[in-house]
């Protein structure tokens, strides 16, 4: 290796070290809520995504990450490409002290409205745990139902990692869920627009009419 290769290497090394130093100075900001709740015994953060598709269930998750070590890069899951939410999904489901997930369908959505149908989802999620939380980290929202204690933190998938990685299982798994729905109903292209409501999905509705896992309340004012 020449000198000038030398020179270029050890730079790159440098900006490595530099990104490196400042992901894990990112990340424990981002763990601020869960040591100041340490006391409280394991945090768990959770989150939902599927408040506003047309079709599918509504998907919340719990996350308890382990207190000894960091999970890297974690992050609103709104802010992370695909590939880096997949990837951050398995390294979440290996090393997380426990995950829940819980889902509620359609025809529950329907039937006690969005708000209701996604704290059941999150109530299932907590229950899911196995070690359960001595505390709650939620995105926005105080959970009705549950008698651990909880802090609703507002963008709180964008400020503390136990609600980011809930966001992360929780885009992933619902993702997943609408791409094998749509080799059942491939007209509405459910595996691109995850079943929220964009043109294709609405002219595939007047054309077809409404699949078993839409959302009637949703979607009454395109029939």
Not at 1 to 19: A, D, F, G, P, S
Request: aromatic share 6%; proline share 6%.
């Amino acid at each position: 290796m020449t000198e000038r290769q030398l020179k270029l290497e050890r730079e790159r090394e440098e900006k490595r070290r530099l990104r490196l130093e400042k992901e894990i100075a990112r990340t424990e900001a981002l763990s601020v809520y869960e040591k100041r709740f340490s006391e409280k015994g394991l945090i768990a953060g959770i989150d939902e995504v599927g408040r506003g598709p047309f079709a599918g269930p509504v998907v919340a998750c719990a996350v308890i990450l382990p207190p000894d070590r960091r999970i890297l890069y974690l992050n609103d899951s709104k802010k992370l490409s695909e590939k880096k939410r997949e990837e951050l999904c398995d390294v979440i489901m290996s090393e997380a002290v426990a995950v829940g997930i819980g889902m509620e369908p359609p025809e529950v959505i329907d039937s006690v409205n969005i708000l209701q149908a996604t704290y059941s989802a999150m109530r299932k999620a907590i229950a899911a745990l196995d070690p359960a939380p001595g505390f709650l980290l939620n995105d926005a929202v105080t959970i009705p139902g549950v008698s651990i204690p909880q802090c609703p933190i507002v963008h709180g998938d964008a400020k503390s990692v136990s609600i980011a990685a809930a966001s992360i299982v929780a885009k992933v798994t619902r993702d997943r869920l609408m791409t094998e729905l749509d080799g059942v109903f491939p007209e509405y292209g459910f595996a691109r627009n995850k079943g929220y409501g964009t043109a294709e999905h609405i002219a595939a509705l007047r054309e077809y009419g409404p699949t078993p896992i839409h959302r009637r309340s949703f979607i009454h004012a395109y029939l």
